[in-house]
């Protein structure tokens, strides 16, 4: 397995299309586990006005027979920077492109996003119900008060 990023300088990707998500081998292959991955200072762009957008992005999922790796994800969420979509779009690619590539038991997502024109966007989705017997935790990130 021949990792891109872990170990080496990596530049950020230029687009969320363009970063490369390394995943290795599930270290407990059978046994069911959560594994958590929180972005408090996500950003990307409006698509209609190119002002920043930013949030705080939530990520469960219960491996299979992949994880990916902290570095490669970082680098993937630090891609949305210069990145022109709305929150639901961003939300939910990042989630979908998981799914697609890790092909995990079971995957969330949570985008609360900050407000813009004074209405907080958070948007959630998740690839179907948590496997029997896996503890999902609260997401622990309060309802818009100010995210303080």
């Known amino acids: 397995m021949?990792?891109?990023?872990?170990?080496?300088?990596?530049?950020?990707?230029?687009?969320?299309?363009?970063?490369?998500?390394?995943?290795?081998?599930?270290?407990r292959p059978g046994t069911p586990y959560l594994v958590r991955f929180t972005a408090p200072e996500f950003t990307s762009l409006c698509p209609v006005t190119g002002q920043p957008d930013f949030a705080h992005i939530m990520i469960d999922y219960a491996p299979r027979e992949t994880i990916v790796e902290s570095k490669s994800l970082k680098l993937f969420l630090g891609a949305f920077r210069n990145h022109a979509a709305f929150h639901e779009d961003c939300t939910v690619g990042i989630a979908q492109r998981l799914v697609d590539e890790m092909k995990p038991l079971w995957l969330r997502i949570g985008g609360y996003w900050y407000p813009r024109g004074g209405i907080p966007i958070d948007v959630f989705w998740q690839s179907g119900e948590p496997p029997n017997g896996l503890w999902v935790p609260d997401p622990g990130v309060p309802s818009y008060r100010g995210r303080g």
């Not at 872990?6 to 990707?13: D, E, K, N, V, W």
């Open 2 to 27: 021949t990792m891109k990023h872990l170990g080496q300088t990596s530049a950020l990707p230029a687009s969320p299309e363009e970063a490369i998500l390394d995943y290795v081998p599930n270290p």
